[in-house]
């Protein structure tokens, strides 16, 4: 009969692996700066999210028309805006984007402004459980202020 008894050393070179993976996916992603007003919580919250799905991000306050002017000096149309606007690797991001999307844009690179959650719809990154989450799409921004559903996300 074969003993298959994990030791003490395979757990810890378990536990290690598990702990710096997602540091070692951050150095291989480019960082993100995120553009977000003072005090809003889901901001925060997105933020948070980025950072545990192994982004490196900075953040930064910004109020009223100089949000608004960082937004459109990105190229976000006014009816793609949200609350914040994070920035990765010429790409700019509005809005509570799933991770899963910010990589599918990196790895795609398509020539566009970049992506889009207009609103803050429930259930999307930051913004509440996922099991009660609203049907949502994120958009690519088209360079010419087009938008295209560039993934869906159904109701939970």
């Known amino acids: 009969m074969t003993d298959y008894r994990i ?17 070692a996916r951050a150095q291989e992603e480019p960082p993100i700066h995120v553009v977000k007003g003072r005090g809003c919580e889901c901001c925060d919250a997105w933020v948070d999210y980025l950072r545990e799905q192994g982004f490196t991000v900075t953040d930064e306050v910004s109020m009223g028309t100089l949000l608004i002017r960082f937004k459109m000096d990105q190229g976000i149309p006014a009816k793609a805006f ?21 990589r599918r844009l990196l790895d795609e690179r398509p020539d ?25 799409d994120v958009l690519l921004v088209r360079r010419d202020g087009s938008l295209e559903v560039f993934s869906s996300y159904p109701a939970a």
């Open 7 to 23: 030791g003490r050393r395979e757990v810890i070179l378990a536990a290690t692996a598990l702990a710096i993976a997602p540091a």
């Open 82 to 102: 949200s609350c914040h606007t994070g920035t990765v690797d010429g790409y700019a991001l509005d809005g509570h984007v799933p991770a899963a999307d910010i």
């Open 112 to 136: 566009a402004v970049g992506l889009a959650v207009p609103g803050m719809p429930y259930g999307s990154p930051g913004m509440g459980s996922e099991d009660g989450r609203d049907a949502y």
